[in-house]
């Protein structure tokens, strides 16, 4: 959802405004699907327009 790799997730993550996981499981950590989005419109809006322009060319 983020469009990002495994290091810059990580970083993401560990900002104070990225949401707390849903439930943390031994393979690694669970989110909401509504908290990310809520997470993306507020602080990444442009990636939500990005997504868009790829959904119109498809």
């Known amino acids: 959802m983020l ?6 997730l990580r970083q993401i993550t560990a900002d104070r405004r990225f ?3 849903f439930q943390t ?5 669970v989110w909401l699907r509504s908290d990310v989005e ?5 602080y990444r809006p442009q990636q ?8 119109e060319q498809a």
Request: charged share 45%.
């Open 25 to 29: 499981l031994i393979a690694g950590s």
């Open 48 to 55: 939500l327009k990005d997504r868009d322009d790829e959904d």
């Open 19 to 21: 949401p707390a996981p």
């Open 38 to 42: 809520e997470y993306i419109r507020k």
């Open 3 to 8: 469009g990002v790799g495994r290091s810059r």
